[in-house]
T-cell receptor, first 114, second 112 residues
Framework: DADVTQTPRNRITKTGKRIMLECSQT?????MYWYRQDPGLGLRLIYY???????NKGEISDGYSVSRQAQAKFSLSLESAIPNQTALYFC?????????????FGSGTRLTVV | GENVEQHPSTLSVQEGDSAVIKCTYS??????FPWYKQELGKRPQLIID?????GEKKDQRIAVTLNKTAKHFSLHITETQPEDSAVYFC???????????FGSGTQLTVLP
């Protein structure tokens, strides 16, 4: 089945380290997103991309960067990790404009910064 | 930008009763309103969505209603079952942008 895959599933890293979270999809969708989930805060948008040449900042992009290596791959980097970046990170794709715009989420990456 | 508020943050109901979760949005240009269910340790999954040209949509035991004038929409779950226990998120997006702004989530617990 077409899906959205995130690696790693879990990661513990030290303050100040650079870390990359990877996302790949077989859905054939052009639009990809990175969200961060914190308890009581819902899902907040970090970055999004409508195609390989189109990268946009979201609500909370400070401290993060992204790379869209191909239509199917969208990576999130933490340049210098800090403890308040400890969270659950989700990649998502959207079927818009062919579809209504509902997201398909990846399985998530739980990141802990110590 | 869009702001979505969701209430309540926690909701407990007896099995078989109904559950209602409410969301309000700020951007009158928003025209797409999906709901996601996230079971413990899993990814959010789309359960139902509605566009602004429709006032109500049903799918078996779940329904969503939209009031564009008041800028609020609600999720209704009837005949709740233990497997309905999860965190539910509402979201809104506008026009061609289609990036979703999410509410803060509702933890629904269905008591046997």
């Amino acid at each position: 089945d077409a899906d959205v895959t995130q690696t790693p599933r879990n990661r513990i890293t030290k303050t100040g380290k650079r870390i990359m979270l990877e996302c790949s999809q077989t859905k054939g969708h052009d639009r990809m997103y990175w969200y961060r989930q914190d308890p009581g805060l819902g899902l907040r948008l970090i970055y999004y991309s409508f195609d390989v040449k189109d990268i946009n900042k979201g609500e909370i992009s400070d401290g993060y960067s992204v790379s869209r290596q191909a239509q199917a791959k969208f990576s999130l980097s933490l340049e210098s990790a800090i403890p308040n970046q400890t969270a659950l990170y989700f990649c998502a794709t959207s079927d818009f404009p062919k579809g209504q715009g509902g997201y398909t989420f990846g399985s998530g990456t739980r990141l802990t910064v110590v | 930008g869009e702001n979505v508020e969701q209430h309540p943050s926690t909701l407990s109901v007896q099995e078989g009763d109904s559950a209602v979760i409410k969301c309000t949005y700020s951007d009158s240009a928003s025209n797409y309103f999906p709901w996601y269910k996230q079971e413990l340790g899993k990814r959010p999954q789309l359960i139902i969505d509605i566009r602004s040209n429709v006032g109500e949509k049903k799918d078996q035991r779940i329904a969503v209603t939209l009031n564009k004038t008041a800028k609020h929409f609600s999720l209704h779950i009837t005949e709740t079952q233990p497997e309905d226990s999860a965190v539910y998120f509402c979201a809104a997006s506008e026009g061609s942008a289609r990036q979703l702004t999410f509410g803060s989530g509702t933890q629904l617990t269905v008591l046997p």
